[in-house]
């Protein structure tokens, strides 16, 4: 026999499992939003255009990943961050690096959002202009100096930045930063996160989310990670590292 505290337990959870199916249901029957929704109308964050068409990183990086890469998993952490922020209207007019400068500085209600929507959209309008059609190569000048002089070659700096990209457990990003002392280094980060959070000048990531490959390389990350170095645009990581330097 149930008592009236099952009774109502069971209530509550049938009523929760009601509205999740219909919450599912109504996403599905909307239109997806893609740049355009994302970008303007619903808040001060915008979805910026990809760089490039999607196909320009074939073979490579195949346009169907890019297409839904950018236009749906960008565009989803654009949605949200204007949501996170819309109580709080004058961080949305901060750049959303400034925000993830500082998250201590974040209201406690919406830390979480900003470091993960904030963060998400931060590190993928960085790593979209990271590759370029017809990429790859090395660095030169003051970059590959500098890659020489703490790496010992670039091939060295090549294999640790694989093996951050490799050994991130889970979903996640691996970089090349520029500490507050300029120093050099490669790091690891979880879900979201960015450096900068941590006061280091991102130069170059590589996205290691599933999102990011499976597609076309389904659970081979290494594959993926090897055609990153293919379509690299060392021109912008470099200016990004006589940035920072100066
Ligand atoms: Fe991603």
Not at 14 to 36: E, F, K, N, V, Y
Not at 109 to 114: D, G, Q, S
Not at 139 to 150: A, F, H, I, N, T
């Amino acid at each position: 026999m149930m008592t009236s505290r099952q009774a109502l337990k069971t209530t509550v959870l049938a009523s929760a499992a009601l509205a999740t199916a219909t919450t599912l249901r109504t996403a599905l029957a909307q239109p997806t939003p893609g740049p355009t929704a994302a970008a303007g109308a619903t808040g001060p964050f915008t979805l910026p255009p990809l760089p490039y068409a999607f196909d320009a990183l074939e073979p490579h990086i195949d346009a169907l990943t890019m297409q839904i890469h950018h236009d749906k998993h960008h565009a989803a952490y654009v949605a949200n961050l204007n949501k996170a922020v819309a109580e709080f209207p004058e961080l949305g007019k901060k750049r959303v690096e400034d925000l993830l400068r500082d998250l201590n500085a974040m209201p406690e209600k919406i830390r979480t959002a900003v470091r993960n929507q904030g963060g998400g959209h931060y590190n993928h309008t960085l790593f979209w202009q990271m590759m370029k059609k017809d990429g790859g190569g090395q660095p030169s000048g003051e970059l590959l100096k500098g890659v020489e002089k703490r790496f010992g070659s670039f091939p060295a700096f090549k294999d640790e930045f694989t093996k951050a990209a490799l050994g991130q457990f889970g979903s996640g990003w691996a970089w090349l930063v520029l500490d507050p002392d300029k120093h050099l280094g490669i790091e690891p980060t979880p879900n979201q996160d960015s450096p900068i959070s941590q006061n280091k000048q991102p130069l170059l990531t590589v996205d290691v989310w599933e999102h990011a490959y499976y597609l076309k390389y389904q659970n081979r990350r290494p594959e993926y990670v090897a055609a990153f170095f293919q379509v690299i645009d060392w021109d912008f990581v470099s200016e990004r590292y006589k940035q920072a330097l100066s």
